[in-house]
C-alpha cells in the first residue's frame, strides 16, 4: 500500500482560470490578441534597429536584445495556456513542465540582468558623456549582453536541477496555468525547506541584485542631471531614461511581490494574476513603452514600415 501511495508522478494538471467554457473561449480570444500583439510588436523592435544603421549603438541593441527575450518569453507560456483555454484535459509531462520551467526561469533571468545592463549604458552616457563610445564600445556591448544570457542559462540549470530532483509522488494538480516554481516546489512529497532557501536565494540574485545596479546607476545619473544648468538640458537627459524606468518598474515591481516569498504566504489566486501581468501584458507593453517615448525609435519604424 506504501509503495502504491508514493507512486512517482509522471505528469501534472494545469488548473489554469476557470471552468467555465464561455469564460475560456472569450478569455482565449483576449490572449491570442495579446500574444499576436507582442510578437509583432518586438519583432517590429527588431527588424527596425537590425536595419538602420542610426540605431546601432549599444543603447539600441540592448533594446533589441530585450525584445527578443520578450517574445520567447511569452512563447514558453501563452501558447500552451491557449491551447489549454480550448480543451478539457490540461496534462503536462514531468519532463514538459520542467523544461516548461527552466526556460521561464532562464528567459526572466536574462531580463533582469539585460534592465540592468541597459541602466548602466545610461549612466556612463549621461555622467560620462565625452567617454561614452570609448567605454561602452562594441565588444563591451556584446560581453554583457553575453553576460546577461550566461547568467539566465547557469542560474536557471542549477535551479531547476535542484527543484525537480525532489519526489512527486500522489498530488499533480498545479494551481496555475503554468508550471511556475512555487507551485511546483508545493506538490512534492518531501521536506522542502531546503528548496525553499534555494528558491529565495535564487530569487535574491536575478531580482534584488540586478535592480541594485539599476537603483545606483539612476542615483548617479540624478546627481549629474541636476548639476546641467539649462532646464530644457536636464529635460532631454532624463527623457532617455524615461522608457528604460517605465519598463523596469512595471518587470520588477511585479516579479518582487510574486517570487520574495515562501510558499506558505503564497496566495495563488494573487500570483496568477500577478503571473500575468509580466508574463503577458509587460511583453506587449515594452515595444509601446518604447516606441511611444522615443523619437529615433518612432522615426525609424515608421522608416522600415
Known sequence: MDKKNNTQVIEFILKGF?????????????FSLIYALTFMGNMMIIATVTSEPKLHSP???????????????????????????LQQKRTISFIGCAVQLYFFCFLGTTECFTLAFMAYDRYVAICYPLHY???????????????SWLSGILLSSGQISYMFSLPFCNANIID??????????????????????AILLY?????????????????QI??????????????????TCGSHLTSVTLFYGSATI?????????????AKIWSLLY??????????IYSLRNKEIKNAITKTI
Open 59 to 85: 543603447m539600441y541593441q540592448f533594446l533589441r536584445s530585450l525584445s527578443l527575450t520578450e517574445i520567447f518569453y511569452i512563447s514558453v507560456t501563452v501558447p500552451r495556456m491557449l491551447r489549454d483555454l
Open 133 to 147: 563610445t570609448s567605454i561602452m564600445t562594441k565588444a563591451k556591448c556584446l560581453q554583457l549582453l553575453a553576460g
Open 258 to 270: 510574486t517570487y520574495l516569498r515562501t510558499k506558505t504566504n503564497n496566495t495563488n489566486g494573487g
Open 18 to 30: 476557470s471552468t467555465d467554457s464561455n469564460l475560456q473561449i472569450y478569455l482565449f480570444g483576449i
Open 279 to 288: 508574463v503577458v501584458f509587460i511583453p506587449m507593453l515594452n515595444p509601446i
Open 203 to 219: 530569487s535574491s540574485l536575478v531580482i534584488p541584485l540586478p535592480f541594485l545596479l539599476i537603483l545606483v546607476s539612476y542615483i
Open 176 to 197: 496555475h496555468f503554468f508550471c511556475d516554481i512555487l507551485p511546483v516546489v508545493k506538490l512534492a512529497c518531501a521536506d522542502t525547506f531546503a528548496n525553499e532557501l
Open 222 to 239: 540624478i546627481f549629474s542631471v541636476l548639476k546641467v544648468p539649462s532646464a530644457d538640458g536636464r529635460r532631454k537627459a532624463f527623457s
